[in-house]
């Protein structure tokens, strides 16, 4: 099962990306895996790992590439500078790069993402219609605009042509449980196919097992469902 890390052009920039692919020729299904506030860290390489153990090309954008500074290293302070146009633009990037890769069977790509990357998730499928199964593990701010973008994510909400399995934390401040509901509402009124799961007493970034809140219980129930709905949606694998 080989990785490796590809280098994308997005408008005239270079991203790295992580490539983690399973073995043999294919065509496979994929999927891309959207980075936390901390980066294409461990955490993020060893679930793409994971997705190519499970047969799936994973692709990892390092959304931060643009940044230049590198006495910029608060991950916080890297996140605020991530504007929405610009990680459209990224997404499209590493979409065109499945979509043209004869590995990759151009009808079964999925994405998901992580702590920030679960908002961007949510937002690649609301402006790319090649996504057939969408996965935002406690994407917050999903209410609101990042730099220069115009609508929130929730407002694109109509433009998303695929299921969505969602994953919170039931102490999570952002996404909320009111969060959560309202979402669900908007979702439900636009008759969007998705299911939502709450993880007692699981905070955000519970998934992440390099992380100080982990929450093990949460994380493996979360992953197998995750995985279920992938092979459902981009396998053609029957619904469990």
Known sequence: MPSFWETLQVNG???STYVSVPSGSGPFPAVVVIQTIRGVNQFIQDQSDKLAGEGYAAVAPDLFHRITDPALTDPYERGATLSDPEVVADCNATMD?????????NDRIGIVGFCMGGRVAWLAAATNPNYKATVPYY???IMVTRGAGVQTPLELADNINCPILFHFGEIDANPS?????????E???????H????????DHGFADHTGARYNREGAEIAWPRTLQFFA?????????
Do not use: C, I, N, W
């Open 13 to 15: 920039q270079e991203m």
């Open 232 to 240: 459902a949606h981009l396998k053609g694998a029957p619904v469990v």
């Open 177 to 185: 449980q009111d969060d959560m509901a309202k979402l669900d509402a």
């Open 139 to 141: 994407g917050g701010s």
């Open 195 to 202: 299911q939502f799961f709450t993880y007692p007493e699981a």
């Open 97 to 105: 790069f499945l979509l043209g890769h004869s590995a990759v069977d």
């Open 187 to 193: 979702l439900t009124r636009l008759d969007k196919p």
